[in-house]
């Protein structure tokens, strides 16, 4: 079966600093990755999406950047960290075919102080 | 690109009433329909989804209907329990691209009093 994880569960970073969060996938092939990130008591938006290495789209300008250095890795990054940039931060992956289910991993929930 | 409305954003109910929650898509190319259900803090979990082909859809207390004249589809809870409380996400997928794209609605909260 498949199998999502992110790391780290929670992180608290001052304006400023950089960011890395990871995504993996366990148990498939060649997924479909996304990015999501969810401000408190809304919705959720699409930030990234991505379907194969090296492969990035971007829904919104913003301050992050995502990389797919591995088939199953994804990470989203940013240089300089806002105090905006805080919310729960959730990545998903979905079989290669379009309108298929997304799963969703356990998040990561960013403070920025 | 596609739009989704959800209705209502709060819903309270009593246990074992039914709760309906109802979307609304603006893409007429949009094919698939999941819901998701988030409790507090945690992961959005898929409960439940339709396709364009289908009208209907049901697993156990859950429904789905789907109306694809009127753009618009809805989640019906039957003999709703406390567990059921949390915030529901529906979304909608054109799904002709490779990417599957989701676009969700805002969610409603979900509020099950014993």
């Known amino acids: 079966s498949q199998t999502i994880h992110q790391w780290p569960a929670t992180l608290v970073q001052p304006v400023g600093s950089p960011l890395s969060l990871e995504c993996t996938v366990e148990g498939t092939s060649n997924p479909n990755l996304y990015w999501y990130r969810q401000a408190a008591g809304r919705g959720l938006q699409l930030l990234f999406y991505?379907?194969?290495?090296?492969?990035i789209s971007s829904e919104v300008p913003q301050n992050l950047s995502a990389s797919r250095p591995q088939d199953r890795q994804f990470i989203l990054s940013s240089k300089k960290l806002l105090l905006s940039d805080s919310g729960f931060y959730l990545c998903a992956w979905s079989v290669q075919a379009g309108g298929s289910e997304q799963y969703f991993g356990p998040g990561t929930r960013l403070t920025v102080t | 690109g596609e739009n989704v409305e959800q209705h209502p954003s709060t819903l309270s109910v009593q246990e074992g009433d039914s709760a309906v929650i109802k979307c609304t898509y603006s893409d007429s190319a949009s094919n698939y329909f999941p819901w998701y259900k988030q409790e507090l803090g945690k992961r959005p979990q898929l409960i439940i989804d339709i396709r364009s082909n289908v009208g209907e859809k049901k697993d156990q207390r859950i429904a789905v209907t789907l109306n694809k004249t009127a753009k618009h589809f809805s989640l019906h809870i039957t003999e709703t329990q406390p567990e059921d409380s949390a915030v529901y996400f529906c979304a909608a997928s054109t799904g002709g691209t490779s990417y599957g794209k989701l676009t969700f609605g805002q969610g409603t909260i979900l509020t099950v009093h014993p």
């Open positions: 991505s379907v194969g290495i090296g492969q």
